[in-house]
């Protein structure tokens, strides 16, 4: 036995004697790690309310931890239909195509949203221009050019408009809020419909001086640094529009009365739908009838495989999304207030948890 080995020896007899308790090594602490790592990611729209769920959803549920980027909702669907994120956040449902190639992929509304078109026209910014289905079709398609047109003029008697080129913006990434812009241009214009179209991504018309922009955050910048500009944006954005001196537009409704989006318009056009939404929840709510029904609002998805790859990671996913859908939870006022959304109707929250109860 080495000296050394035996004064070890003789230190922890003294040591023991006296009462204390020696360690022979001392390992370093584990770092917590989450028991179950999530990843959200799509809809820049949806993104502000989750980055208002999370830290309190996962406060309280240490075992879960949730990643949460805003990437477009086109992204949102792609990466859930391939298993890179377990959460794709869309602001458009899935199409049959979509679903026929990928039958296990649930769309599953969460809250229900709106958007506005915001322009940028000095002087008139204050002012609540009114807009319709054709005039932004016209706009976006080239064939109203000014301000000043006749066709915008028609819908706002004794505004002075100026004499100046319209400088339409238009998203470049995969986005749920092109999809519910393009819907309303062709559910209000038949000739956007029969050449146009709707969806994620679109081929949109050659402007001359037409710009595109990324996300939510990248139409509003370049909406706010374009005089004469013209965007639809995300209600969740309201804070940074009204910051960046943005007008907003009042539009045109399926009954013919000019509205802004405000808790009694969203929820009255919702209304006139709910009993229309089908088990699989995809529909939408753009041009929906009523006189009080705002036109452009929509469902927020949760965009998730019923067939996750282990029962850990399901149950996580259930657990969270059971809890935004409730109204004590995600659903309560002092998330959806701060984003400018609406709760889902009980009839919706139904179908969505039971579409939850699906992921396994």
């Not at 993104?47 to 990643?67: E, Q």
């Not at 991504?201 to 509003?220: D, E, H, L, R, Y």
């Not at 149950?315 to 004590?328: M, T």
Request: glycine share 10%; charged share 15%.
């Amino acid at each position: 036995m080495s000296i050394n080995t035996t004064r070890r020896q003789q230190l922890k007899l003294a040591l023991a004697t006296a009462g204390l308790v020696v360690a022979t090594s001392v390992a370093p602490m584990a770092a917590h790690a989450a028991d179950v790592t999530l990843l959200e990611t799509g809809s820049t729209l949806l993104y502000p309310l989750f980055n208002l769920w999370v830290p309190d959803y996962t406060k309280a549920h240490p075992g879960v931890r949730i990643t949460t980027q805003g990437t477009g909702s086109g992204t949102g669907i792609a990466q859930a239909i391939s298993g890179v994120a377990q959460i794709g956040a869309s602001d458009a449902y899935m199409s049959d195509g979509q679903i026929k190639q990928n039958p296990s992929i649930l769309n599953i509304p969460l809250a229900i949203s709106a958007q506005t078109v915001n322009f940028n026209v000095p002087g008139l910014n204050k002012d609540h221009l009114k807009l319709d289905g054709p005039v932004l079709a016209g706009i976006y398609g080239g064939t109203i050019k000014n301000w000043d047109d006749a066709a915008i003029k028609a819908l706002n008697p004794g505004v002075k408009l100026p004499n100046h080129t319209i400088v339409p913006i238009h998203r470049t990434d995969g986005s749920g809020d092109t999809f519910i812009f393009s819907q309303y241009l062709s559910f209000a214009d038949t000739k956007w419909n029969g050449s146009v179209g709707y969806g994620t991504t679109i081929s949109w018309p050659a402007v001359q001086g037409g710009v595109g922009a990324n996300g939510n955050p990248g139409m509003v910048q370049a909406c706010q640094q374009t005089p004469y500009s013209i965007a639809y944006i995300g209600v969740s954005f309201h804070e940074q529009v009204a910051k960046a001196g943005l007008g907003t537009a009042m539009l045109k409704n399926r009954a013919g009365k000019f509205l802004l989006p405000t808790p009694k318009t969203v929820s009255a056009a919702a209304d006139g739908l709910i009993a229309k939404t089908p088990a699989d929840e995809r529909l939408s709510l753009v041009f929906a009838p009523g006189a009080e029904s705002y036109p452009i609002i929509n469902y927020e998805y949760a965009i998730v495989n019923a067939k996750q790859a282990n029962p850990e990671q399901a149950k996580a996913i259930k657990e969270f999304l059971g809890w935004a859908v409730e109204g004590d939870g995600g659903n309560a006022s002092k998330y959806l207030e701060a984003v400018r959304f609406i709760a889902l109707p009980k009839h919706i929250q139904e179908l969505s948890k039971a579409q939850i109860a699906k992921i396994q």
